[in-house]
């Protein structure tokens, strides 16, 4: 298995423009999570969909930031336009039901010039 | 408003001592609870759990107790290995209606331990 897949690593890019993240989770789980780690906040939440459907989104900062997950297969997270602030590493996540723990990616290291 | 607290940024411990990193919450909702360990350059990876009906889980040399009554866990980690060094986060979680655990974290615990 896998695991959770994430790209790019690192994306480095100039504000004002748009950066999309992209998350494949583990097969078979119904679950996918956003987060965003930063030396302030920590690990927070951003927005989690359930069997594809965004459930809790009342992490997503600001309007700039939008998520989809099209597929069990695929999700994306997008910031347009990008911002300085925005630097941080950004995580996916994947969750089976009946499973206790999150499983998560390996990351994408972000930062906005 | 944080509802996990990991108040130790970071902890510093010998070789072959016991590591203990403490974690608040203030949720009383919370009935899991969950201790990810972190290198740098990689995603955080599932550690240990206990649920709210225990007080105490073991695995290995690693051990989590449960004080409902104070909010409070911790983690131990007997004897402490320098592969142990890592970022500690402590996470929370209590059953949503949408059937998905939706977990709450601390910002973690630098431990270092020291050959």
């Known amino acids: 298995d896998a695991g959770v897949i994430q790209s790019p690593r690192h994306e480095v890019t100039e504000m004002g423009q748009e950066v999309t993240l992209r998350c494949k989770p583990i097969?078979?789980?119904?679950?996918l999570f956003w987060y965003r780690q930063t030396m302030m906040r920590g690990l927070e939440l951003l927005i989690y969909f359930n069997n594809n459907v965004p459930i809790d989104d009342s992490g997503m900062p600001e309007d700039r930031f939008s998520a989809k997950m099209p597929n069990a297969s695929f999700s994306t997270l997008k910031i347009q336009p990008s911002e300085p602030r925005d630097s941080a590493v950004y995580f996916c996540?994947?969750?089976?039901?009946?499973?206790?723990?999150?499983?998560f990616g390996p990351g994408t290291r972000l930062t906005v010039l | 408003d944080q509802q996990v607290k990991q108040n130790s940024p970071s902890l510093s411990v010998q070789e072959g001592r016991i590591s203990i990193l403490n974690c608040d919450y203030t949720n009383s909702m919370f009935d899991y609870f969950l201790w990810y360990k972190k290198y740098p350059a990689e995603g955080p990876t599932f550690l240990i759990s206990i649920s709210s009906i225990k007080d105490k889980n073991e695995d290995g040399r690693f051990t989590v107790f449960l004080n409902k009554s104070a909010k409070h866990l911790s983690l131990h980690i007997v004897p402490s290995q320098p592969g142990d060094s890592a970022v500690y986060f402590c996470?929370?979680?209590?059953?949503?209606?949408?059937?998905?655990?939706?977990?709450?974290f601390g910002k973690g615990t630098k431990l270092s331990v020291i050959p």
């Open positions: 996470a929370a979680s209590g059953h949503s209606g949408a059937g998905s655990y939706q977990l709450t």
């Open positions: 097969s078979g789980h119904n679950s």
């Open positions: 996540a994947s969750w089976a039901s009946g499973s206790g723990e999150q499983f």
